[in-house]
């Protein structure tokens, strides 16, 4: 058993090959497909039309789940709309206060959804925290400039 082991060589150990330099060189080409996935794909396409037309009929025949996959894919559920609403001006702090308020009547009512609010309201935010920023900055720059002109 000993002199088996002695004959069998040096096992490698690590990456069998240098730096840069493969057993492929070539590689494959890009763009090049598993055979397999092609192969499906081309039955897919194959079958298709006779698939779509069976889960049509299934869905007129009162099957809830294929009438769901044919509305998916006809009418998609929407991520988002345009919410169009009469705000007053938000350039200042009372804007901002009209601006919410505004909003809050719109769900109130019933014309935005409250997702739709919330994103209104945090757009909103964003404008407050930048007046508050541009009203902060002036205040520091009018104390730094008294600040100078005191002996």
Request: no cysteine.
């Amino acid at each position: 058993m000993a002199d088996d082991a002695e004959k069998s060589g040096r096992k490698q150990r690590g990456n069998p090959f240098k730096p840069g330099q493969s057993g492929n060189p070539a590689g494959r080409p890009a763009g090049v497909r598993n055979r397999v996935l092609a192969a499906l794909d081309a039955d897919a396409d194959n079958a298709a039309p006779q698939l779509l037309k069976a889960l049509v009929q299934a869905a007129l025949a009162g099957d809830v789940q294929a009438a769901r996959l044919v509305l998916d894919r006809a009418w998609p559920a929407r991520k988002s709309r345009t919410v169009a609403l009469d705000l007053p001006a938000v350039t200042t702090a009372e804007g901002i206060a009209g601006a919410m308020a505004a909003v809050v009547q719109a769900m109130a009512a019933g014309e935005i959804a409250p997702d739709e609010a919330a994103a209104v309201a945090s757009v909103i935010e964003g404008q407050r925290r930048a007046i508050e920023t541009t009203e902060l900055a002036e205040r520091i720059a009018a104390l730094e400039a008294d600040r100078r002109n005191q002996p």
